[in-house]
């Protein structure tokens, strides 16, 4: 659609552990800051999503001041208390430098977006003004073209009466324990499929076997106790 992409070198996170995680983060910041420092083209606004990590707010802030363009930060994670839950990083000087680096890309982007209003009570504590903070959440545009449902996943699918769908990355940072807990405390029989691979691996331990997140897992009927 004529729209040009400029890309940036990164170090892979590897294994995911803590140091090549910090490398990864810090080496796309890195390199798209120098690339941001010679780029001539100008723009109306800098739109920056940041899934994670925050350090992608980085070349955005040295390009707005470059060429004066506002921008507009799009939340879908909050830092520093996402890496903080996944256990990634306990140094407190880590976190606290990393705190005042959230603190200062807020306050250079024109706008805060959050994609859920539970991210609002954390940012202001952050400093930001609640004028600046706009609820903006995900949806689904209607450029999408509708999927037939596969009839192999359809297969792999509970039939019951009632049922709830977690779509999405289960790691570290989801809880997956929690998960399971919640449903001990309700009694819910749960059936779990897995779809796809993730680098996080821990082990599922239900009433009667075991099993790991980590492996290709057929549909199974579990009562938790």
Known sequence: NGIKIFRSKL????NGSGIKLMMNYLSFAFFSSIKVLFHREKYDL?????PSPITVGIPAVLFSKKTKAPIYFWVQDLWPESIFIAGKIKSKFILNSLNQLTKWIYKNSKSILIQS?????YILKQGVDDNKITYFPNST????KKIVSSE???QRMPNVPFSLLFAGNIGESQDFENILE???ILSLTLFLTKHNHAWWQA???PATQEAEAGELL????WRLQ
């Open 11 to 14: 170090v892979p996170r590897g």
């Open 46 to 50: 800098i739109f920056v999503y940041e």
């Open 117 to 121: 209003e539970g991210f609002r009570e």
């Open 141 to 144: 545009e209607s450029l999408y």
């Open 152 to 154: 192999e996943i359809q």
């Open 182 to 184: 919640a449903a001990k």
């Open 203 to 205: 082990p599922v331990i």
């Open 218 to 221: 057929e549909p199974k009927k």
